[in-house]
Structures are given as C-alpha cells and as structure tokens.
C-alpha cells in the first residue's frame, strides 16, 4: 500500500511520515529529497534557474514514475496535488492523507526555516501568515480531495495509522 501525504509547507508531511512509516513497518519516501538527487541541486536552485513552470513538470514526473517499494509512506511537496492530475493520481495509486493545519501554526512552524524556503526568506509574522492564507486558499480545494483529512495539531503516529485502518 502506499499512503501519500499532502499538504502546505510545514504541516508535517516528513517528519510524520517517517513515524508513520515506522508504526506501519512501511518504507518511507521524500519526493523532495528524491528529486533533489536527480537533478543534483536543490529544488530552490532549481526553481529559481528553471521556474516554477518546469519544476512542476518534473515533480509530477517524478511522482508518477517513481519506483515505489511495496509499502511506503510518501511525503509529497506542497505543490504537488495541485498541479496537472497530481491529486487524481496519487487517489488512484495509494491513499491520500491532507494533513490540515491553521495558517497561524503553520507560520509558526516555518519561523526557524525560512532560509531555506525562497518563498518565505523575506515575510515577517504577520506577511508569512497573510501569504499562508492566500496559499492555502488557492490549494485547498486540491486537499480536500484527499482520501483521508486529519488535523496536523498534536498529530501522531497513532492517529495516522488509525485513520488509515478505519477508512
């Protein structure tokens, strides 16, 4: 089985997933790290030498042609549902669990990492908060086609294995 993890940014999707991954005794599976290994250089670089337009080519490539072991628990990048038939696909080749997250918390989260994140380098609180809400506005609707929705605060291992045996 493959359980692929969507949501924004900061929600959780890789640190969850490895807990997952090791409650299920299941693989675990970054596509980020993953595509930062083919293409040599980090998925920031590349978007800022390629584009967004490009970036999302490959990382729905990516996603899709990606040699999944058996069982794995994958943790996509934010973008990733919302872009071609990302989110029919992974419905379609596993399930799909949106890990729902405040705009608020998730700025929070993303306070210490900004650095690493281009989008975010420059916002203080308040503007990071205002760009999460934007975001989230455009993309929710590509979450909330998830198999399984579940709230990302005090989340744990337990809770994501029970919501996937109860569905």
């Known amino acids: 089985m493959r359980i692929f993890l969507i949501g924004f940014m900061g929600s959780g999707k890789s640190t969850m997933g490895k807990k997952l ?7 675990f599976v970054d596509l980020d790290h993953e595509i930062e290994k083919q293409i040599g250089t ?6 800022a030498s390629h584009g967004e337009a490009a970036f999302r080519k490959l990382e729905s490539e990516s996603l899709k042609n990606f040699p999944y072991p058996q069982n794995a628990v994958v943790a996509t990048g934010g973008g990733a549902p919302c872009f071609f038939d990302n989110m029919d696909w992974m419905n379609a080749n596993g399930t799909s669990m949106y890990i729902e997250m405040p705009p608020a918390a998730l700025a929070k989260r993303l306070e210490g990492g900004k ?7 420059d916002l203080n609180e308040a503007q990071m908060v205002a760009f999460i809400e934007s ?8 979450y ?6 579940i709230n990302g605060i005090n989340l744990n291992a337990d809770a994501m294995r029970a919501a996937i045996l109860n569905n």
């Open 21 to 27: 991954a090791t409650k299920l005794g299941y693989d």
């Open 42 to 47: 980090s998925i920031g670089d590349y978007f």
């Open 115 to 121: 650095e690493k994140r281009p989008l975010l380098r």
């Open 135 to 142: 975001k989230l506005s455009e993309r929710e609707s590509f």
């Open 144 to 149: 909330k086609r998830a198999t399984i929705l």
